[in-house]
């Protein structure tokens, strides 16, 4: 059985917690279905990880593209 990729589109919030990641802000990326459950998935861009929940479907492009936004910001990693 493989994995099927999808896009999704990053929301994320202000606050100064998201500094370091709010260039992400509208981005896209590419992640596999089986990451997500419930609704929500983990995604980690450079030495954070980042808790993100499903808040709805952005249909504004191409193609509708479900959008995640960051609920919580791990402190860095390295």
Avoid at 42 to 71: C, H, N, P, W, Y
Wanted: charged share 30%; aromatic share 6%; proline share 4%.
């Amino acid at each position: 059985m493989t994995d099927q990729a999808k896009r999704i589109k990053l929301d994320i919030p202000d606050g100064p917690e998201y500094d370091q990641v709010r260039d992400m802000h509208g981005h896209t990326v590419t992640v596999f279905e089986s990451t997500e459950v419930n609704g929500r998935r983990s995604l980690k861009i450079g030495s954070r990880t980042l808790a993100l929940q499903r808040v709805g479907v952005d249909e504004s492009g191409d193609e509708a593209m479900e959008v995640f936004r960051a609920q919580s910001i791990s402190e860095p990693s390295y």
